[in-house]
């Protein structure tokens, strides 16, 4: 018999993994200068809570994210396809450096990427 091929969540060490991923890429964000002005005014303990529980849900996790749809929740900022790139490249560092291997890191940036739509469609 076969065993079940893990969700993506477990691929990415699941509670305590996706909090790992979320607090390095946190501190990324933080260290550039051109995506951290966004998060000027931002509750960054409400950030880091809808990130994990995003990345739960999107990665087939045992979460339900309950933050603002992303188009609100980004809506009128002004973000541009340059800092939509920054982010994901942020995000592909975070999971080379906390050791996810490429098949469920590359399964997580084309999750997120299917995000771009929505997060622009306000801006
Ligand atoms: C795939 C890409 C992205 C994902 C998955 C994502 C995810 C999220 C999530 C889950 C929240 C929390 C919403 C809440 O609870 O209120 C959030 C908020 C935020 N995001 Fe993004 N985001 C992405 C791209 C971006 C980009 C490119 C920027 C700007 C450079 C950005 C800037 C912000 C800011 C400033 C907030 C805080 C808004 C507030 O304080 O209400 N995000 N994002």
Redesign the pocket.
């Known amino acids: 018999p076969t065993s079940p091929t893990p969700t993506l969540y477990t691929q990415l060490g699941g509670e305590a993994g996706v909090a790992a991923i979320v607090e390095d890429f946190t501190y990324r964000l933080a260290d550039n200068d051109e995506?951290v002005v966004?998060?000027a005014?931002?509750?960054i303990d409400?950030?880091v809570?809808?990130?994990e529980?995003?990345i739960c849900s999107i990665s087939d996790g045992p979460c339900v994210?309950s933050?603002?749809p992303?188009d609100r929740?980004?809506q009128h900022?002004g973000?541009t396809d340059a800092?939509?790139n920054?982010?994901?490249e942020h995000m592909q560092q975070t999971l080379i450096d906390q050791d996810i291997p490429p098949g469920p890191r590359n399964q997580l940036l084309g999750r997120?990427?299917r995000?771009?739509g929505e997060?622009m469609s306000l801006q």
Do not use: D
């Open positions: 995506i966004f998060f005014n931002s509750n409400r950030f809570t809808s990130l529980e995003q994210y933050g603002p992303m929740a980004h900022m973000i800092h939509f920054a982010l994901v997120l990427a995000l771009h997060i």
